[in-house]
């Protein structure tokens, strides 16, 4: 048990498909990120929440949008993505990014 | 934009060799992080070093930030096969929101 739970594990999703992953932490912290890992590339970020308000948005496609309801929870909703866009994507969280993050077991995401 | 160069890339080894891994910038940190990636799995944070020169130890996992706060390196003594893994370096600034992490270290030890 990490602290950080993201579902489903593993997702296969069509080009057209609408489909959302969910982050769930009960650590109390109070920001939340999403980041994208391809194979030989860094960690991407791709947003970041304080206290439930976008901070960052590092120039993502719009077929990415995320929802942060509460401080507990994350969201990634996709549509219309790209084969590209397949990869593991890693949700964390953090108190004091300084001290580090909390990840997630990350959701594999396959785009046909 | 700031960037991490972890060296090697890959590293595959025999049981009971040491090794060093690096993390190398040229902008200065105030933090920096190391995490350890095993498939299928998100990154564990091992350590995180803010001054200076610091020397922390894990059992044979031993972590050195540089004096002037932009390199680091991850020393393991006498490597088992259950270190085997992505090792990632990562490193915050007061300015930014996030951390931004290297391409990291894949370690292979075998038995």
């Known amino acids: 048990e990490t602290g950080v739970t993201q579902t489903p594990r593993h997702l296969v999703m069509g080009m057209t498909n609408k489909k959302s992953l969910k982050c769930e932490q009960h650590?109390?912290?109070?920001?939340m990120y999403w980041y994208k890992q391809s194979a030989k590339k860094p960690l991407e970020l791709m947003f970041v929440?304080?206290?439930?308000?976008?901070?960052e948005n590092n120039s993502v496609p719009s077929r990415f949008s995320p929802e942060c309801p509460n401080s507990s929870h994350l969201f990634l909703h996709l549509h219309t993505l790209q084969p590209e866009d397949s990869a593991l994507y890693l949700c964390?969280?953090?108190?004091?990014?300084?001290?580090?993050?909390?990840f997630g077991s990350g959701t594999r995401l396959t785009v046909v | 934009t700031q960037l991490l160069e972890q060296s090697p890339q890959f590293l595959s080894i025999q049981e009971g060799e040491n090794l060093t891994v690096y993390c190398n910038s040229s902008?200065?940190?105030?933090?920096l992080q190391w995490y350890r990636q095993e498939p299928g799995e998100g990154p564990v944070l091992l350590v995180t070093?803010?001054?200076?020169?610091e020397v922390k130890k894990l059992k044979r996992l031993t972590f050195q930030f540089g004096d002037a706060r932009k390199d680091s390196s991850l020393h393991i003594t006498a490597a088992q096969p259950g270190d085997t893994g992505l090792y990632l370096c990562?490193?915050?600034?007061?300015?930014?929101?996030?951390?931004?992490f290297g391409k990291g270290t894949t370690l292979s030890v075998s038995s």
């Open positions: 964390a969280s953090s108190q004091d990014r300084l001290r580090g993050y909390t």
């Open positions: 650590l109390g912290h109070n920001a």
């Open positions: 929440y304080s206290l439930e308000e976008r901070v």
């Open positions: 902008s200065v940190f105030s933090s």
């Open positions: 070093v803010v001054t200076g020169g």
């Open positions: 990562a490193g915050a600034n007061q300015a930014g929101t996030a951390l931004i």
